[in-house]
Every structure is written in structure tokens, then in C-alpha cells.
């Protein structure tokens, strides 16, 4: 991390030295990566624009999987540069670089490097729901959504699995249900169900659970209960 990274390879001596400022990055959907490629200093002007391509995440400048930008000299050096922000998909993004030449092929002239994204892990999770209570009889709903969040307190990757349960004590069943449960943590890192409750007292309070999974389905310790008030209409 923090380290520059070199592509020595150059082709011909149009184009040279991919770099980017870090090699692996989590995959949080905000982290950022610098990119440069320097030119062959004697380039006219019009043969300046290099077209920065990505197999995932987008670049900063245009919102999308490729960027056209202008060298400029740096240091007496042409250098081309572009920010990469990375997506919530951990795996391994090739990022291209290649002049955007009208009289010649492009593919000609393109230098490749990785860069490796691994998974923002959920540390904490946090359960809110919409309502304080939920009304006996089936008669009201509730949604519940859990927040994850890495140990930095960032966006976690997507995917992240959690099991949402009713507890309930001794030998006492079920009361509840749950409906349209989105157990897989989305964009923002949040997972959602929805609860209702059949026949309970008045009073009471039902505690709710929803806990982390592991890769295999195993549980975590990262979990959280919510207690809800029932009543009755």
C-alpha cells in the first residue's frame, strides 16, 4: 500500500510506464488509486490523449470504465494521469492504457497492469427498525435493516450474508414471521427484512436477532438484537 508500482514494459517509444500508486486496495466502493503513464516528450499535441480502461470500478473524471485525458509535462516529463475508484467486488481489475491515435490502431500500443481488490470485511453490524413496536394479530409490519461496517467504520464489500431470527425463550415457539428478506449486504452495506407478529400479550417486548455468516454459512459474533414493544390495535 502506498508503494508505487511500475509496468517497466513500452512499446515502442510511444507509450511507457504504467503506474499505479497502489497494488491492492479494499474493495469498499470509495477507495481511490492514482494512475500515470508517461509519453514519449517529443509527442505533438494531437497524439496526447491516452484512453485509460478498466474491467471494473470507474474512473473518477468521467463515472464510467474509461477516461480520455490530455499528457501534460511534469518534471520536464509527458505524463497522462487518472483516478480510479474502486467497486465493492473484490477480484482482479486490469487497467489499460493506450494513446487514442486517429491515423493508427489503437490496440497497438496498450500497456496493462492489476491491481488486486480485496474484501471491505464487515466488523460491526447495528439493527434499526422503522417502528417501536409492532401490533399483535398480524396487524402491523415492521421493517428491520442491518448496517455492516469494516473496522475502519467504512463501506463494506457486497455480498455479506446475515440470518435474521425471532429469540425466544425456554421452550417457547416462534410467534413471528419475516417477509422479503434481503439477507445479502447491498451497495450501502445494509441487509433489510420485514417482521410481523400473531398472537402475543400486550406489553411484551420480542427481541430480534440478525447475525454475520460466514462464507460457509456458519455463524459469526458479529450480531446485534433489536427489541420491539408489541400492542395491541
Request: net charge neutral.
Amino acid at each position: 500500500m502506498g508503494c508505487s508500482k511500475k509496468n517497466d514494459t513500452s512499446i515502442g517509444n510511444t507509450i511507457f510506464n504504467l503506474r499505479s500508486d497502489q497494488d491492492s486496495v479494499l474493495a469498499d466502493g470509495a477507495k481511490l488509486v492514482n494512475l500515470t503513464c508517461e509519453l514519449n516528450p517529443d509527442a505533438t499535441v494531437d497524439r496526447r490523449n491516452i484512453l485509460f480502461k478498466t474491467t471494473g470500478g470507474q474512473f473518477l473524471e468521467s463515472k464510467d470504465t474509461t477516461v480520455e485525458v490530455k499528457a501534460q509535462f511534469v518534471d520536464q516529463k509527458l505524463i497522462a494521469k487518472a483516478i480510479f475508484q474502486v467497486s465493492q467486488s473484490p477480484g482482479v481489475v486490469i487497467i489499460s492504457a493506450q494513446p487514442n491515435l486517429p491515423d493508427q490502431k489503437n490496440n497497438n500500443y496498450v500497456l496493462k497492469d492489476t491491481i488486486f481488490l480485496v474484501p471491505s470485511i464487515p466488523a460491526s453490524l447495528k439493527l434499526s427498525a422503522n417502528a417501536p413496536a409492532v401490533i399483535a394479530g398480524y396487524l402491523s409490519e415492521v421493517t428491520i435493516t442491518g448496517q455492516l461496517a469494516n473496522n475502519a467504520g467504512s463501506n463494506v464489500s457486497l455480498g455479506n450474508h446475515v440470518l435474521f431470527e425471532e429469540i425466544v425463550a425456554g421452550s417457547a415457539t416462534a410467534i413471528g414471521t419475516f417477509r422479503a428478506i434481503n439477507a445479502s449486504s447491498n451497495k450501502d452495506g445494509q441487509v433489510s427484512a420485514i417482521y410481523s407478529i400473531g398472537a402475543a400479550s400486550a406489553g411484551a417486548k420480542v427481541l430480534l436477532r440478525c447475525t454475520l455468516l460466514r462464507d460457509n454459512g456458519a455463524r459469526t459474533d458479529t450480531l446485534d438484537n433489536l427489541a420491539l414493544n408489541i400492542i395491541t390495535k
